[in-house]
């Protein structure tokens, strides 16, 4: 591990690691199934800015300590034994409803984050830690790993965009079954109804992730960015305003001399998709014989 590989905390019980243009963030309290209490909130709030704020970092990996638990979601102990994740004055809880506040669990109401996200989900993903696993663009699972709003037990909401994100993710009827039963599926399923990316054997989807992301980091940036912000900027509204919305990101593209660099690569065959000899960069790539 270099010196930039070091972890370091980003709060109490989260821990930030710099792999060259991938940040590694993670929940490391797995005594407590990594559930989200005060501390761990502040820890996600300070891990996400310092990706959100670094330019040398590409791409995030947001998994949970040890083999049992991604998140279970908020720490309901805490919450009982007065120690709310936010404040519950008043004042608070109208700046969260006007949507002043950053998130119950961390930075959950964030919708401007245009570099690209992945959840290694390493265990159970419960309540707050569906929330989280929706929340990022791409999920990897290892075998073992559940899914479910199990916080419909104890009379708990969603409070982190789960009822908005799960639906846009997975659909009207398959996220309404999981909101109002609690029921709990694995990692197959999760699959199979486009909750996951990818399911892998256990104890290795942080490995993939982070394969996944320094694919993603060694291509060029400015365009995924805008593509992400169109696409998630667009998503579900009408047609031609999605459509507005794109040419909006796209022209903002033009003025990045990325776009020329791109084409003088593809015209001399100067880049590995290019080039006959060398691996695709781009994952599936078919090149004609």
Known sequence: MTSEQVPEQAGDFVRYEQRGPVALITIDRPERMNAIGPEVHQGLLDA??????????????????????????GDLKAAFEGRAVAP???????????????GVLGPSRWTDLHKPTIAAVNGVAYAGGLEWVCW???A????????????????????????????RIVG????????????????DEALRIGLVNEVVP??????????????IAALPQSAIRTDKEAAVRGFGRPLEEGLRIEAECFDRLLDDPQIAEGLRQFNERDHPDRRPDAAPAT???ARPR
Request: some cysteine; overall charge negative.
């Open 48 to 73: 996400w800015t310092r990706f959100r704020d670094d330019d040398a970092a590409l791409v995030a990996v947001l998994t949970g300590s040890g083999e049992q638990a991604f998140c279970a979601g």
């Open 140 to 167: 990897i699972a290892d075998a073992h790993a559940t899914f479910g709003v199990t916080c419909r037990r104890w009379n708990i909401g969603l409070a982190d965009g789960g009822t908005q994100r799960l639906p």
């Open 88 to 102: 519950l004055t008043p004042e608070e809880r109208a700046a969260h409803v006007r949507g002043e506040r950053p």
């Open 136 to 138: 990022t663009d791409l």
């Open 283 to 285: 994952p599936g790539l």
């Open 172 to 187: 009207f009827r398959r996220a309404m079954e999981l909101i109002v039963t609690g029921r709990v599926i694995d990692a």
């Open 202 to 215: 256990s104890g290795t989807c942080v490995q993939r992730a982070l394969e996944l992301a320094e694919t």
